[in-house]
């Protein structure tokens, strides 16, 4: 088959459309035909020869896909050949086929069209698990989310309001605030012309759950409006700064810092997240109040071009490959 490989370390030029070995089902997987695969900033990392695949992964990457079952192992049941289904991954997403445990899969609702469907499930695993599972977020309670136009701000946005939080966002351009007004952002911060902390300060706003992808400097203004007993949930640090803690000032909030990442996680941990996403978030993807935020959609062959966008960040939402 083929798959998008990284023969070294490098710029999105050394990615390369060659030949490699059918995956095949093992038992509690389903092979999965992939129609489309989603482009995370863990595969850009992975490029840069940063983030290493965990062990048993495809060396390829992708985090996640969407496409038509094509096989069942041992012992898998719940699904059938030709099942429209998205998955989330430990890599090898950016290939013909893939073969997934089968905890790791999600039926598409029939309201989602195939290829977008892969730009679901890594985002509402990421969501799910940081901000409503380990963050507590509540109905009344306040999210603040950096990169709101992202494509997990997209889906965090679009899930908060669902579960009626008031949701705060950063992002660095008029067309990005738009973007995530018109998703139901109530306060909205171009980080470029104010600094987030001093607007939120000076209109008395505090955040129950804060979810930061940047690192670094936003430590500390973080802290300055986190809520009491709140959460600050780091799933990145795209400023690759080292950030300063005031402890003092953390305890005087009772607040909780939380360093994750998901692709790392075992097996039963990722199904254990998925059987929730399932629970909770896919009834509202399928009733059409969570949707698919899509920015563009490459070929397969095209996998440098998609990572250039995604290094430009002038995108809102998902970028696709597309088989």
């Known amino acids: 088959m083929k798959a998008v490989i990284i023969r070294e370390p490098g710029g999105a030029s050394v990615l390369e ?10 038992a509690g997987e389903v092979l999965v035909g992939v129609v489309a695969a989603g482009v995370n900033r863990a595969d850009v990392s992975q490029r840069e020869g940063h983030y290493t695949p965990p062990a048993g992964a495809p060396e390829w990457p992708g985090l996640e896909v969407s496409g038509l079952v094509l096989q069942l192992g041992e012992g898998v049941t719940g699904f059938r050949v030709g099942d429209r289904v998205a998955a989330l991954l430990s890599g090898g ?3 013909e086929r893939v073969s997934v445990p089968v905890g790791q899969v999600l039926a598409l609702p029939p309201n989602i069209d195939l290829v977008d469907g892969a730009a679901l499930v890594e985002v509402a695993a990421t969501v799910w ?5 380990l963050g507590d977020l ?7 989310v950096h990169g709101g136009s992202s494509g997990i701000g ?16 950063t992002a660095g351009s008029a067309d990005k605030l738009a973007a995530c007004e018109a998703l139901g952002a109530d306060i909205l911060i171009n980080y470029r012309e104010e600094d987030f902390a001093e607007r939120m300060k000076a209109e008395g706003i ?20 986190l809520a009491m007993d709140g959460h600050i949930v780091n799933i990145g640090n795209l400023s690759q700064e080292t950030g300063s803690l005031d402890f003092g000032r953390l305890m005087m909030k009772r607040g909780a810092i939380h360093a994750t990442s998901l692709r790392g996680r075992s097996a039963a941990g990722k199904a254990a997240i998925v059987d929730s996403v399932r629970e909770n978030v896919w009834p509202l993807v399928a009733d ?7 920015a563009e959609r490459f070929p397969l062959s095209e996998a440098g071009a998609a990572h250039r966008l995604m ?3 002038t995108h809102i939402g998902k970028i696709l490959l597309v088989v």
């Open 17 to 26: 459309l060659a030949d490699v070995d059918e995956p095949v089902a093992q």
């Open 93 to 95: 997403g950016y290939a």
């Open 129 to 133: 698990s940081n901000v409503f599972l």
């Open 138 to 144: 509540r109905a009344g309670e306040t999210l603040l």
């Open 154 to 169: 997209t889906m965090a946005i679009q899930l908060a309001k669902a579960r009626g939080a008031r949701v705060v966002v």
């Open 206 to 225: 505090t955040a129950h759950v804060i979810l930061d992808s940047i690192g670094g400097s936003y430590l500390g203004k973080n802290i300055s409006v």
């Open 288 to 294: 059409g109040r969570v949707k698919p935020v899509v």
């Open 311 to 313: 290094e430009g960040s």
